[in-house]
């Protein structure tokens, strides 16, 4: 750690959530928080003063743990001044003396706050950005880290030179085959969660409920701001829907939120057809990326979401890897117990995982 008397942070200010409706990520917005808070989050927003750069705007949920405990989250936050984004130590510093100050502005149950810091390492197989003591890697990411973004500024063949000869060849069969991309309103909500449950039971992975969805789509059309859009499309072939996407466009990014694809007539490729309509019309509403929103960390055949990987990154974009969560403790042994409680929880699901995968294989 730099000398703590080089100070970042001059002072952090409780301000209106509508101020956050600026920031880079959807996950910061005031539009964001207000969401969450219609599902047991407390949100908060503050001006951060940093030295030499101004004030920015932070994004704060908190959510009880038990009672008279909380915890707080800062959903890939903080947005940093330009000057420490590249500056390790420097932004290492400024992000203690941030967890440090809001201590102050939480309430006094608050038991630790855990930070998703937007900062990324780029490249196939490059190691994340790590943060030093008294930070604590959390039980488990709240955020997918590792994620791929695609430049979709160019026209259709640059941004489809750019994939792998298969995607290209797997968009054009979808098209070839008769398979129909449609945007969708809210009513389609109901053939997306069908074919949700469906890709759950398939893969084993946990989902809302269909109302969670029913809400999301809601808040973005009533959200006062109205910089964002979600939207919902839906491929069909001969009647039959066989898969969906969720997507939510918002300044210069769009993101791959939720997908969703039926068990038949997987040979159409309609996930891929899905995928390259998001793109165009993300292009056409002024988007420059396409956030694909979560990979495995690395390639590895043996990885449960293997495929998911090659699906990503075979659309070409770059891959990223952020830290994923971090932990700060306010109280360190109520901290303590809720991490080795989330070290439990993760470990039985990874067994669980590791049986069904065995019982896959016999």
């Known amino acids: 750690m730099p000398d703590a008397a080089v100070s970042a942070v001059r002072s952090v200010v409780p301000t209106d959530l509508g101020r956050c409706d600026g920031a880079k990520s959807f996950l910061q917005s005031g539009f964001w928080g207000s969401f969450k808070a219609r599902f047991g989050w407390n949100a908060r927003s503050f001006l951060v003063d940093w030295v030499e ?3 920015l705007p932070l ?3 908190r959510r009880r743990l038990a009672p008279g ?3 707080a989250y800062v959903p890939l936050g903080p947005e940093l001044p330009s ?3 590249d500056a390790e130590p420097a932004r290492n510093q400024a992000l203690l003396e941030l967890a440090q100050a809001l201590q102050k502005e939480l309430p ?3 038991a630790f706050i855990r930070f998703d810091p937007p900062w990324f390492t780029i490249g196939e197989g490059i190691a994340p950005p790590t943060l030093p003591g008294p930070f604590v890697r959390a039980g488990a990411d709240v955020q997918p880290p590792d994620t791929v973004i695609i430049d979709i500024s160019q026209d259709d063949e640059v941004i489809l030179s750019a994939m792998k000869p298969k995607w290209r060849y797997n968009i054009r069969l979808a098209e070839k085959k008769g398979v129909t991309v449609t945007r969708q309103d809210e009513a389609g909500l109901e053939t997306f969660y069908e074919l949700y449950k469906t890709t759950a039971r398939r893969d084993k992975i946990a989902i809302h409920g269909l109302e969670y969805y029913r809400t999301l789509f809601q808040h973005s059309r009533e959200y006062r701001d109205g910089n964002q859009d979600i939207r919902l499309y839906v491929a069909e072939h001969e009647g039959d829907a066989l898969a969906a996407i969720i997507v939510l466009f918002r300044g210069e990014e769009a993101t791959y939120l939720y997908g969703a694809s039926s068990d038949t007539k997987r040979n159409l490729m309609a996930p891929y057809a899905l995928q390259w309509k998001a ?4 292009r056409a509403r002024g ?4 956030d694909l929103f979560g990979i495995p960390p690395e390639e590895n055949p043996l990885h449960p ?4 990987y090659r699906f990503k990154t075979g659309f070409g974009g770059m891959i990223i890897h952020r830290p994923g969560s971090w932990d700060y403790a306010y109280k360190p042994l109520v901290t303590q117990a809720f991490r080795l409680a989330e070290a439990s929880r993760k470990k039985i699901r990874s067994i669980r995982k590791a049986v069904r995968s065995l019982r896959r294989g016999q």
């Open 305 to 308: 979401m293997a495929g998911l």
């Open 53 to 55: 750069a101004g004030k």
């Open 287 to 290: 988007c420059i990326r396409y």
């Open 108 to 110: 006094h149950d608050t």
């Open 69 to 71: 405990v909380s915890f």
């Open 279 to 282: 793109m165009q019309d993300a």
């Open 59 to 61: 994004l704060v949920i």
């Open 83 to 85: 000057r420490l984004i």
